[in-house]
């Protein structure tokens, strides 16, 4: 079950041919070079290769690449002068990173990141729920984003279940997490996709991972970024029945001010709405103006929002 429903209510669903190729076993004299059988053949790999890179639709300009196996995205940010010379480029890193996401409802939000000078990018790691390999994946990104002049420091949106793969990386990596940002966002995997279908991602059964719900289920352990002051901008609907609000976001929220850290979380409602494309969700100024000003700060070393000033 995808975590995404299609306007308002319904929920969301969130080969070429091959031709016989002939050979003609004959010389073909061209320019003065001689093709050959054996000539075409030696130029095969090449071709092998070319077919194996990785694809991926991009909504707004960027580059696809390969990271230790996973397909990656980034897209490019524009060149402004929004920064001190010399500091490293702000960026948001994005989850679920999957065959049909970030989409075409994301796009004025990627445009609006872009615009402003920050990088979106992400992993595919697949169903990984936020899983311990999930996190090990994203580490390779994230090393190959700093090795290209990024911040070590991103900020991070996670839309639905790709709340899962942000709050994972904001317990495990709290040095390295700016913000964490969300779209009706999954911190409980217990709600979505329930225990039966995360499994399989952490390797183990579903009795063994309800067994340790307390050291793999992020909203059990989001006090690790409470504690290390990360911010946090949600929005989310409130009758959103797919990821219900209440043990979701509302659950980090409480769990927040319960350590005294409610200051650092804005939980945005949205009224009347679920799990939908409803435009709100993706033209929110107040988690886009978030997002881009704690990239900014993830890249310059500020830290206000954390000392809750």
């Known amino acids: ?87 490293p480029r702000p960026w948001i890193l994005y989850g679920p990173t999957l065959a049909a996401y970030p989409d075409e409802a994301e796009k004025w939000m990627h445009e609006r990141f872009t615009e402003a000078g920050v990088a979106v990018a992400g992993i595919d790691t697949g169903e990984s729920y936020g899983s311990p390999i999930a996190v090990a994946a994203t580490e390779k990104l994230h090393a190959e984003m700093v090795k290209r002049g990024y911040a070590a420091k991103p900020a991070l949106l996670g839309r639905s279940r790709g709340g899962l793969w942000a709050s994972a990386w904001a317990i495990a990596h709290p040095d390295f997490t700016a913000g964490l940002g969300g779209i009706y966002p999954v911190y409980d995997w217990r709600t979505y996709p329930g225990a039966e279908s995360a499994a399989g991602a952490y390797g183990l059964t579903p009795a063994d991972l309800l067994a340790n719900v307390e050291e793999l289920c992020p909203v059990e352990r989001i006090d690790v970024a409470a504690q290390a002051g990360i911010p946090v901008c949600i929005i989310h609907g409130d009758i959103d029945v797919v990821v ?9 929220k409480a769990r927040y001010e319960a350590l005294g850290k409610g200051h650092l979380v804005e939980l945005i409602v949205a009224e009347g709405q679920g799990h939908n494309f409803w435009e709100g969700f993706f033209h929110c100024q107040k988690l886009v103006d978030f997002l881009i000003e704690r990239a900014r700060e993830g890249a310059t070393g500020g830290d206000a929002a954390a000392a809750g000033e």
């Not at 319904?10 to 070079?33: D, M, Q, R």
């Not at 219900?244 to 980090?252: G, T």
């Open 1 to 87: 079950m995808n975590t995404n429903t299609s306007p308002r209510v319904a929920l969301l669903p969130c080969l070429a041919h091959s031709a016989t190729a002939t050979i003609v076993v004959a010389a073909v004299i061209v320019a003065g070079v001689v093709t050959t059988p054996d000539r075409a053949r030696a130029q095969e790999p090449t071709a092998a290769a070319a077919a194996t890179l990785p694809t991926k639709n991009l909504i707004v300009p960027g580059e696809v690449f390969s990271v230790d196996g996973h397909t990656a995205f980034l897209f490019t940010p524009a060149d402004v002068n929004a920064l001190p010379p010399g500091a």
């Open 244 to 252: 219900p609000i209440e043990p979701n976001s509302a659950r980090l």
